[in-house]
């Protein structure tokens, strides 16, 4: 549960009561993609079909979860808390600007693309200065989570495994 934005909100207000993983709750879209797959197959298409959700659907559904953190709305603990309800604490005299942002960056735009857009719009050096003060309190690059398969598996290495240095005779 958050509470409710208002007048007399107290930064206490803003801290997560409800605490969920971007990685347990993606599993759940991807059995539900693998089983829609299959259907349309006739068998089970099993680790294809995550496969094929993490390249088509993970990016959009991590940045969307990025939005929801920052409005406050659901707390992800792999994001930073620091940003969790930065939406409703910062930017409220940029709120027209703010939206527009907000919702060129759950489409998936990047940073780059969104100045270009201020430029290619006419604003102003003040209007795009604000924009790149926006995307770098915001910070989209600090949201990025590899997928759980796309992390590499933590190697132990002993020494048997260590290569011996190599020597080079010197000239």
């Known amino acids: 549960m958050v509470m409710p934005m208002d007048s007399g909100a107290r930064e206490d207000d803003y801290r997560p009561c409800d605490r969920f993983s971007v990685h347990n709750e993606c ?3 991807e059995d ?3 089983w829609i797959v299959s259907q349309r197959a006739g068998h089970d298409l ?3 079909a995550i496969e094929e959700w ?3 659907h993970w990016h959009g559904y991590l940045r969307a979860r990025w939005v929801e953190h920052l409005q406050g709305k ?3 603990i792999e994001l930073e808390q620091c940003e969790y309800g930065l939406l409703r604490r910062e930017f409220h005299d940029e ?3 703010l939206d527009e942002i907000m919702g060129r960056l759950a489409k998936g735009e990047e940073n780059l693309l969104i100045i270009l857009w201020a430029v290619d719009q006419g604003f102003d050096f003040d209007h795009v200065d604000r924009i790149i003060r926006i995307l770098t309190s915001l910070d989209v690059n600090s949201s990025r989570l590899l997928h759980r398969s796309q992390v590499p598996p933590k190697r132990t290495e002993s020494r048997e495994d260590t290569p011996e240095p190599l020597l080079v005779a010197s000239a």
């Open 27 to 29: 599993r759940r879209h």
């Open 74 to 76: 659901c707390f992800w």
């Open 95 to 97: 709120k027209p600007l």
């Open 46 to 48: 099993g680790e294809k």
């Open 32 to 34: 539900e993609h693998k």
């Open 54 to 56: 993490v390249r088509n």
